[in-house]
């Protein structure tokens, strides 16, 4: 269960990005087309306070996961581990 739960996790968000991006392509036409950085669940509000920066917090605690053994607190330099954390980097850009 590792690493499976997070990238089905992030897999998820890239879709829902995806398919708010294509609808909005569709509502506004290409001239009025103006692609979002963020886009919350209908049931928040239109700018949900906290949830953009609670997702880069979320991001920057797993790349901390991904670097520091939990039992004892040494940096793993693995090149899994540097892996992951790099894609988690990449995702919190």
Excluded: C
């Excluded at 700018?47 to 996961?65: F, M, Q, Y």
Aim: positive net charge.
């Amino acid at each position: 269960m590792g690493t499976f739960l997070p990238g089905l996790a992030f897999a998820i968000l890239g879709v829902w990005h995806t398919l708010n991006t294509v609808k909005g392509y569709k509502l506004r036409g290409a001239s009025g087309f103006r692609s979002a950085t963020w886009f919350p669940f209908p049931s928040l509000p239109a700018e949900a306070p906290g949830a953009l920066p609670h997702a880069l917090l979320l991001r920057a605690r797993a790349i901390v996961d991904q670097l520091v053994d939990s039992p004892h607190p040494v940096l793993r330099l693995q090149p899994d581990s540097l892996e992951h954390a790099t894609m988690y980097l990449h995702l919190a850009v």
